[in-house]
């Protein structure tokens, strides 16, 4: 029997072109209309647009939020919903819509505060470490003030964040085959976001929570949950606290899952689960053609 889960990139997935070929859809057409309503911009022209303001968080993460809202809507449509959630980093938002737990304009504009006090930090650095010593890594982070994992994505790949010294201090002491110093201005899922983060409670708490339709893995605890006021809380804890891929993918194999359907651009996470989890099937959807050829006369 057939176990689905399906899981939602987050920031750095976004890609020129994203959902402008689901534009015509009526499902899609009216999302994006009502995106553009809340956003006070266009979606659609900031996915065919340039590169660097895509890449922007303030304008990265609603993008993504909504495109990969959309997909969810199309793929729902014909195959029903999967039996299990997982979403990374911002992901997380739209696992928690595929589930239910709030309507599409409730979590685009939790998405858009986020992303503007995230665009908005200042005073942090973020790297990634490709095929490094975990023992080494984890003394030394132990030892280093301000500067903790902040996505622990696979054995072989992590982000570390905190404060620019701290962060350079690690990266002198620990080797790694790659290490690649992010393009943001903050330390973030980090203590340093805070601030940030206590601002974000006040538009979080005012938005209704409800029990999920199906379970959602949480970045902050990986345990499949369903109650609504203990998704709120993890979702409140996100900001400052490390994204727990690695375990996530670890529960697909636990839950039984046989298939795995990254919803969104790219195929970042199928390319993390198929070096973690390697009986598990993989599939990407992320454009009308994958859509068409899933469920086909879905796009016409």
């Known amino acids: 029997m057939t176990k689905t889960a399906w899981v939602f990139p987050g920031q750095g997935s976004q890609a020129i072109g994203m959902g402008v070929d689901l534009q015509d859809i009526p499902v899609a057409k009216a999302k994006f ?8 911009w266009s979606v659609l022209d900031l996915c065919q647009g340039d590169e660097a303001t895509l890449a922007c968080t303030l304008y990265t993460q609603p993008c993504l939020y909504v495109v990969e809202s959309i997909l969810i809507d199309l793929l729902k449509e014909k195959t029903g919903l999967p039996q299990l959630v997982a979403g990374h980093s911002l992901g997380e938002y739209v696992a ?5 737990v709030f309507d599409f304009a409730s979590g685009l504009k939790l998405v858009q505060k986020r992303a503007e006090l995230m665009n ?13 010593d975990r023992d080494q890594l984890t003394t030394v982070l132990n030892n280093t003030p301000d500067v903790v994992l902040a996505n622990d994505n696979s054995e072989a790949q992590v982000v570390i964040s905190g404060t620019p010294e701290g962060v350079e201090k690690v990266l002198t002491q620990v080797k790694a085959k790659k290490i690649m110093t992010l393009n943001v201005s903050g330390a973030f899922h ?27 893995i949480s970045n902050v605890d990986p345990q499949p949950m369903k109650d609504s006021q203990v998704l709120k809380t993890r979702l409140a804890q996100q900001m400052t606290s490390s994204v727990r891929w690695w375990e996530a993918m670890m529960q697909f194999s636990q839950e039984g899952v046989t298939e795995v359907v990254e919803v969104g651009p790219g195929k970042v996470l199928c390319g993390l689960i198929k070096r973690t989890c390697k009986e598990i099937d993989l599939e990407v ?4 053609e994958q859509l068409d050829a899933k469920v086909p006369a879905l796009v016409s």
Request: glycine share 8%; hydrophobic share 50%.
């Open 190 to 216: 980090s203590p340093l976001m805070q601030g940030a983060a206590e601002q974000f409670l006040t538009v979080l708490e005012s938005v209704e929570f409800k029990e999920a339709k199906i379970p959602v």
């Open 96 to 100: 928690l819509y595929a589930a239910e």
């Open 285 to 288: 959807i992320g454009t009308a």
């Open 33 to 40: 209309e009502l995106a553009e309503k809340i956003l006070g």
């Open 120 to 132: 908005s930090a200042e005073g942090g650095k973020m790297a990634a470490l490709m095929k490094f």
